[in-house]
């Protein structure tokens, strides 16, 4: 079955987080997967297992509390968020074979820009030289999976500062164009959404 993927654009992440819900609690069995490219406005947001205590000094950007996995992370304009509405029990995967498909994706799409990446077994996401470029939070409902991933690719990256990036002290963080490639925003997220559905389809 053919994955709908849908061009959001900017959106409040309230909004967006909503109607994943929506859409999730609504669909059957036959209905389509679909990917949304988003960007939010500045926000951090908290997974279920979210502590305060990993915010910092976050100033005035608001924060929101999320029923995704994980636990803090920041996201703004520039950065790459695809969030992926599949229904996993249709496409005979698990959350964890989920996470490596999605952590593999960012991973793909990095070495085809000449860059070594990798992922870590105890700490979901992508890695570039030990610094964070990639996250993940899923969230599973009736076998459909909703949230999804964030990839830095060129943006303000000085709120991460104020806050323990997915609750790791010291965690640094990186993004696409501090390694030197420059591609619009949207034109990523469509390549790295299609390795998503090659390797959904595989």
């Given at each position: 079955m053919?994955v709908?993927?849908?061009?959001?654009?900017?959106?409040?992440?309230?909004?967006?987080?909503?109607?994943?819900?929506?859409?999730?609690?609504?669909?059957?069995?036959?209905?389509?997967?679909?990917?949304?490219?988003?960007?939010?406005?500045?926000?951090?947001?908290?997974?279920?297992?979210?502590?305060?205590e990993?915010?910092?000094?976050?100033?005035?950007?608001?924060?929101?509390?999320?029923?995704?996995?994980?636990?803090?992370?920041?996201?703004?304009?520039?950065?790459?968020?695809?969030y992926?509405?599949?229904?996993?029990?249709r496409?005979?995967?698990?959350?964890?074979?989920?996470?490596?498909?999605l952590?593999?994706?960012?991973?793909?799409?990095?070495?085809?820009y000449?860059?070594?990446?990798?992922a870590?077994?105890?700490?979901?996401?992508?890695?570039?030289?030990?610094?964070?470029?990639?996250s993940?939070?899923?969230?599973?409902?009736n076998?459909c999976?909703?949230?999804?991933?964030?990839?830095?690719?060129?943006?303000?990256?000085?709120?991460?500062?104020f806050?323990?990036?997915?609750?790791?002290?010291?965690?640094k963080?990186?993004?696409?164009?501090?390694?030197?490639?420059i591609?619009?925003?949207?034109?990523?997220?469509?390549?790295?959404?299609?390795?998503?559905?090659?390797?959904?389809?595989?």
């Open positions: 053919p709908t993927v849908r061009h959001l654009g900017l959106q409040d992440y309230q909004t967006v987080w909503q109607a994943m819900q929506d859409f999730t609690l609504q669909r059957h069995d036959d209905t389509p997967d679909e990917l949304w490219i988003v960007e939010h406005p500045a926000v951090y947001t908290l997974g279920l297992n979210g502590k305060r990993h915010l910092l000094n976050i100033g005035d950007i608001p924060v929101i509390h999320s029923d995704r996995g994980g636990q803090v992370t920041y996201h703004a304009q520039g950065q790459v968020i695809i992926t509405l599949l229904d996993i029990k496409l005979n995967i698990n959350i964890r074979q989920l996470v490596s498909l952590e593999q994706a960012m991973i793909d799409t990095l070495a085809f000449g860059i070594v990446a990798i870590k077994a105890d700490a979901p996401g992508v890695y570039v030289q030990g610094k964070k470029i990639g993940i939070g899923i969230r599973i409902k076998s999976s909703y949230h999804g991933l964030s990839f830095n690719n060129a943006m303000d990256l000085t709120p991460f500062n806050i323990n990036p997915c609750g790791y002290k010291d965690l963080v990186t993004q696409l164009a501090d390694l030197g490639v591609i619009n925003t949207t034109e990523l997220a469509s390549f790295m959404s299609q390795a998503i559905i090659t390797a959904l389809d595989t």
